[in-house]
């Protein structure tokens, strides 16, 4: 894509783990490494919510991080969005019927990004941020 | 100024913070930047998969196993597999207990390097992380040829393993095998002779030998403090016991054992060239046939419905011991599913580890013992409101009564 001219920062990701099984936190820390290396477009993962632009949630939420969830989503400046990675944030995936779930995420927070996978390869993660980028874009007022 | 008391003051950390990318709550007693004491709650990520495993039927619960931890799911699949298969008296064939080794020794290869670019980037040594990363993707272009996946692999099934390896594949893992075992000396300089990493890791976070087993700590945390333990060693499973496995302690590398950060960061470098060896050799002597004892699911099925018993699997992680057991009752799912992982055991060293340290190295401390909490948590119910502590004294006595109760 190419960006507009309303392009006017990095794109910023805070990851937050709502109870996954660590194997999107993997694909994720794999995506920012070398091989795929997006950080040569400015895409890295900060260490606080409120220097974000997107927020990277994986997990299906379990009932002790709802309300954390909540709060650090309420701690992201605007314009914010948000991404689901992994098939357990999406619909519960292979945790559907488990006790201890509030998910899916957008039952909780509003999502605008969808990546689906168990996990998802780090290449579709670049995608999710990529249109999330783009979107970021429109919120802002681009044409993109 | 008032003449308060100013210490101890508190520091919590968690659950949601930069060092660790699964959620754990730490609430450390601080006297100055020493570390006085240490409480940590875990449960953040508690899923209930033991319970809705007890739904399901065990090919089913397959699935779930893998993704118990998105790192270890072999080590939990064929923990719990190994289980079932006790239970149901299925007999594995003698090549998919080899192709079960090698995608174990596999995920060992990817854990460690994993965790050495971790423990690199919590001493604030990112660009260690970055080329340990990039040297781990070779591994990681491997396990996708030989399984279909880079993560939650579904390669081991009950009653053997869902793919072959072909001879084709060789040459990718052995092109693999060699690019590392000519890179470990390398990252062992690079580790080992660094001054950085050895100002920050010698004698910080030290846990000793008479520690490490009043604890019950198990894998290489346990063996960097000097204690031999391996269950690839001690009760051999699948092909080790044809293979000739001896634990990893730090004192043959380095002429002694002092149960520190570093020792921790030897036996885990080490260890990878050891399931290099140890994987070529499983390519060598695997003996040709079938590769699972009933290829028709439904027939499985049938199998798994009627067994009866208890058993349990052992298999050692890459992070330690981990640990199902299963109750089958003739029926669909099974009775009974615990599962105790590898970090279980390792979490509570973490209280003599931090006692005494600095903030500054709380996170290469708390990484140190590879801690997966994905693996560990558990939930707590809270009664009433009330709060009651158990000792181990207390559990010892629960436990010796529910073993009575059972005997009548």
């Known amino acids: 894509m190419k960006p507009t001219p309303s392009f006017n920062r990095s794109l910023w990701a805070f990851h937050f783990n709502s109870g996954s099984c660590n194997g999107c936190e993997i694909e994720i820390v794999a995506a920012i490494t070398p091989r795929y290396d997006p950080e040569r477009f400015g895409i890295k993962l900060v260490g606080s919510p409120r220097h974000a632009d997107v927020m990277v949630v994986t997990g299906p939420v379990v009932k002790k991080m709802k309300d954390r969830l909540i709060r650090v989503y309420d701690q992201i400046p605007d314009p914010k969005l948000v991404m689901c990675v992994g098939t357990c944030g999406i619909s519960g995936g292979v945790f559907y019927d488990s006790y201890n779930l509030e998910g899916p995420v957008d039952e909780v927070i509003p999502v605008d990004v969808y990546v689906p996978g168990c996990p998802p390869r780090p290449e579709a993660i670049i995608h999710g941020v990529v249109t999330a980028l783009a979107k970021l874009e429109r919120l802002e007022g681009g044409s993109a | ?408």
């Open chain 2, 1 to 408: 100024m008032s003449e308060e008391k100013k210490s101890p003051y508190i520091i919590p950390i968690g659950p949601t913070h930069p060092a660790l990318k699964e959620p754990v709550m730490f609430t450390f007693r601080m006297d100055g930047e020493v570390i006085r004491d240490v409480d940590f709650a875990p449960g953040q990520t508690h899923r209930g998969i033991e319970w809705m495993g007890m739904r399901r039927n065990p090919v089913q619960i397959v699935h779930l196993t893998d993704r118990i931890c998105g790192i270890c799911g072999v080590s939990h699949t064929l923990a719990f597999s190994r289980a079932v298969e006790q239970v149901a008296g299925i007999e594995v064939p003698e090549r998919a207990d080899y192709i079960r080794t090698i995608i174990a020794e596999f995920e060992r290869i990817q854990s460690h390097l994993l965790w050495a670019g971790v423990a690199a980037h919590e001493l604030g040594f990112d660009s260690l992380l970055h080329l340990t990363w990039r040297v781990r993707e070779q591994s990681m272009d491997v396990i996708e040829n030989l399984t279909g996946n880079r993560v939650n692999y579904a390669l081991v099934q009950v009653g053997g393993v869902r793919r072959d390896i072909v001879p084709e594949q060789h040459r990718i893992i052995e092109d693999c095998l060699s690019t590392y075992e000519g890179l470990l000396g390398k990252l062992l300089d690079l580790f080992l002779h660094d001054k950085t990493i050895a100002m920050r890791c010698r004698n910080v976070g030290l846990l000793s030998k008479d520690d490490a087993l009043k604890l019950c700590t198990v894998g290489p945390t346990a063996r960097a403090s000097g204690v031999n333990v391996d269950l690839r060693q001690d009760y051999p499973y699948c092909a080790y016991g044809d293979l000739d496995v001896r634990a990893i302690l730090p004192d043959q590398h380095l002429g002694e054992t002092r149960g520190d950060v570093y020792d921790r960061i030897v036996v885990r470098l080490l260890e990878v060239g050891q399931s290099c060896g140890i994987v070529r050799q499983c390519l060598s002597e695997m003996p040709s046939g079938e590769i699972t004892a009933e290829p028709k699911l439904a027939k499985l099925l049938a199998i798994c419905k009627k067994a009866r018993g208890e058993a349990i699997g052992r298999v050692e992680a890459p992070r330690g011991e981990c640990f199902h057991y299963v109750v089958m009752e003739g029926k669909e799912a099974p009775t009974a599913w615990k599962v105790k992982a590898s970090s279980y055991s390792n979490l509570m060293s973490w209280i003599p580890m931090l006692r005494g340290e600095q903030i500054a190295d709380i996170p290469i401390v708390v990484a140190s013992i590879d801690p997966c909490l994905s693996c560990t948590d558990r939930v707590a119910v809270v009664r009433s409101g009330s709060r009651s502590i158990l000792t181990k004294d207390d559990l010892h006595r629960l436990s010796v009564e529910k073993t009575r109760r059972l005997q009548q």
